[in-house]
């Protein structure tokens, strides 16, 4: 089997400039953990999982002096509502979104599929051709092709 096989489309994408209230409404709506954000041409840019709403305090971007933001876990306390509100509203996606990202093309096989999630610790995968976005495998499709068998 290959990523075309069980890839799940359509995808939901946003922009780099989309507010996060925006990108969390999407995933709501979708009932998604994941959206791709793509540039002006359509292209891959980056990608956010709900797991971006909560990393850790202090965790530091790479090459950068900024750090990530943990928007839900002030939410954690009562007084600190607000200010998750306020911070959802000021921040988008080029914010909060991983890039570059790990993506497969239509043709990779489920093995190299798995193997990119287990070495990079990741869940999903955008399925790419040409810079496009075509779908998305997640851990939980792959356990869906194991559960009806590999292969059938």
Not at 45 to 70: K, Y
Not at 73 to 87: F, G, I, M, R, T
Not at 92 to 118: F, G, N, W, Y
Request: proline share 6%; glycine share 6%; aromatic share 6%.
């Amino acid at each position: 089997m290959k990523a075309k096989d069980i890839l799940v489309k359509p995808i939901v994408t946003v922009s780099s400039q989309t507010p996060l209230t925006e990108v969390a409404q999407k995933m709501l709506e979708h009932r998604v953990g994941s959206v791709v954000v793509v540039d002006e041409k359509g292209r891959l840019a980056g990608i956010i999982t709900q797991g971006d709403f909560c990393r850790h305090p202090g965790r530091m971007v790479p090459f950068s002096l900024f750090e990530s933001p943990n928007v839900l876990s002030n939410w954690l306390y009562p007084d600190q509502v607000e200010k998750v509100y306020k911070a959802a509203r000021n921040l988008r996606a080029q914010d909060i979104m991983h890039s570059p990202v790990v993506t497969v093309s239509p043709e990779a096989s489920l093995e190299r599929v798995l193997a990119l999630m287990l070495k990079h610790d990741i869940n999903r995968i955008p399925v790419v051709r040409r810079g496009r976005v075509v779908g998305i495998i997640s851990r939980f499709d792959l356990l869906k092709v194991m559960q009806q068998g590999y292969g059938a």
